[in-house]
């Protein structure tokens, strides 16, 4: 810090207090970005709520299904005993089983399958959400770094001797003022 001294002498006011905005700025850049980075990870918390939000709704279609199987065989068997029939034994009643057993698990692994597809989408989306919360906090830090930067440059010209160029096109000299 000590290095600092003799620059800070030869610093202008308006210099000075530049300087202290150049710092102020390069602060407020890397808390923005660490605001934007907690928003990010708040939006990716919530977009896994929502994915598992849907799996079990996704699931509760899925039981929906097999209990509208359930009650279509129990329709079955009564109308068979209603008729007579063995309802485990005989090919009418084994066709009607086969039409109400076929739908209702296709449509149960359809909605087990949807549970897991909204789950792992919620997942990657959370995930992206996650990465540009990083990047934004990286490009805060990057803005602040380019601003301390630009601070430090305009303080090393203080005292130092100006170079005025001179020429008619064709030479051209620097001189030392």
């Given amino acids: 810090m000590a290095f600092l001294a003799p620059v800070i002498a030869s610093a202008s006011a308006s ?61 079955i068997n009564a109308t068979a005993r209603a008729g007579g029939l063995e309802p485990n034994i005989g090919t009418p009643v ?43 906090k990286n490009q805060g830090v990057i803005s602040a770094l380019g601003t301390l930067s630009m601070a430090s440059l305009n303080l090393s010209g203080i005292g130092s001797p100006g170079i005025t160029s001179q020429g008619t096109g064709f030479e051209t000299r620097s001189y030392i003022t």
């Fill in 15 to 75: 210099t000075l207090i530049g300087t202290g905005l150049a710092v102020a700025s390069a602060y407020a850049s890397i808390k923005q970005g660490n605001l934007r980075k907690k928003g990010y990870q708040a939006s990716a918390r919530y977009k896994e709520l929502e994915g598992r939000i849907e799996a079990v709704k996704a699931k509760e279609q899925g039981i929906k299904a097999l209990e509208n199987t359930r009650k279509v065989l129990a329709t």
């Fill in 94 to 136: 084994d066709i009607g089983q086969y039409y109400a057993l076929n739908p209702g698990f296709s449509d149960f692994f359809t909605a087990k399958d949807n549970a897991s597809l909204a789950l792992s989408s919620a997942k990657a989306q959370a995930e992206d959400l996650r990465q540009a919360g990083r990047e934004a």
